[in-house]
């Protein structure tokens, strides 16, 4: 069955961890351009203040406080959409948090809390989204990670998740088109991004963390996010530095393996020691309304592959166009 998928402007769309980096840009994102949105996080403060915002600005939101590791609350989250919208067209599952250190080093409990969030929070939403969008059409995406494709030192645990969204995603997406459902799903894997991510990972290091580049702006993923809203995709990468760690994990695993030992020990540390370990999001929210984290290196504002990717058509006209040129160059040169 071909899904079609209805103009943003037409559209309600469910967020969650929308009181933060990508999913707090996605929000902000989506409203200008015409949604209506469903906002969810743990932090009410946090979600009544910007659905405020929206509504100064013009735009249409609503918010339920929940969180997403317990599915009762999150139906709630579904049952307000419908309420007040007579349902919903998209559902981003985009909450999640970090673990910092050795995985023999961290303990179970934490472990089993990041699962909760970053697993078992995105299959009790796809769940609660297919069951209705199966209904009348629409997107499921999901927030994974390059990280999806390939995992590295010190956020093991967070990587673990990551490679089982994909393969709850991949699966689930098998299914529902094997079973003519119009719904289109979506991974998103994006690079290291510059939102409060490494301030509210639980960390075990000496350091306080930071992400390894290359580092893109979340506006680039909330882009792609938005764009799988409208245009059915299987998966898109954000950032060309995301494509290129999972296709060097892809076919040189070994040498992959060599390269991470060899820079992401010293990459995923500063040189600032951790002052506050016990300041984190693993079971509580904290400092919320934050789009960027304030990486101190250089943050890539757009990404030229994930726009090709999104658009291969313009692409490659750009560079049929571009050869053209040189073309003519090298024979006016001649």
Not at 78 to 103: C, H, M, P
Not at 278 to 290: D, F, R
Request: with cysteine.
């Amino acid at each position: 069955m071909n899904v079609r998928l209805k103009k943003l402007s037409e559209q309600v769309m469910v967020i969650t961890g929308a009181t933060s980096g990508i999913g707090l840009v996605t929000a902000r994102m989506a409203s200008k351009r015409g949604a209506r949105v469903v906002l969810t996080a743990r932090d009410d403060d946090a979600l009544r203040q910007i659905t405020e915002e929206i509504a100064a600005s013009g735009g249409e939101a609503i918010h339920v406080a929940a969180d997403v590791a317990d599915e009762a609350e999150l139906r709630r989250v579904a049952e307000a959409a419908v309420e007040r919208f007579g349902g919903f067209d998209t559902w981003v599952n985009n909450a999640g948090v970090s673990i910092y250190g050795k995985l023999l080093e961290i303990s179970i409990e934490d472990q089993r809390r990041l699962f909760e969030t970053n697993f078992w929070g995105v299959v009790y939403g796809s769940r609660i989204a297919a069951l209705h969008l199966c209904r009348r059409g629409g997107a499921l995406i999901n927030v994974g990670s390059t990280l999806s494709d390939r995992a590295i030192p010190l956020q093991g645990m967070y990587c673990a998740s990551k490679h089982a969204v994909k393969g709850y995603t991949d699966a689930l997406r098998m299914e529902l088109e094997h079973d003519g459902m119009p719904v289109s799903v979506t991974l998103i894997k994006p690079a290291a991004i510059d939102t409060p991510y490494t301030r509210h990972a639980r960390n075990y290091l000496p350091n306080e963390p930071q992400n390894p580049p290359p580092v893109y702006a979340p506006d680039v993923v909330a882009e792609a996010i938005l764009h799988c809203a409208t245009h059915p995709v299987r998966d898109l990468f954000v950032g060309g530095g995301a494509k290129a760690m999972s296709a060097l994990g892809h076919y040189a695993p070994r040498l992959a393996d060599k390269v991470m030992e060899r820079t992401m020990f010293s990459r995923q540390k500063s040189d600032r020691p951790e002052r506050h370990p016990e300041v984190h999001s693993l079971y509580a929210p904290i400092n919320g309304l934050k789009e960027r984290g304030g990486y101190r290196g250089h943050v890539a504002e757009s990404s030229l592959y994930t726009a090709a990717s999104m658009h291969p058509l313009i692409a490659g006209a750009a560079v049929v166009g571009a050869g053209l040129a040189l073309g003519a160059l090298w024979r006016a040169k001649r």
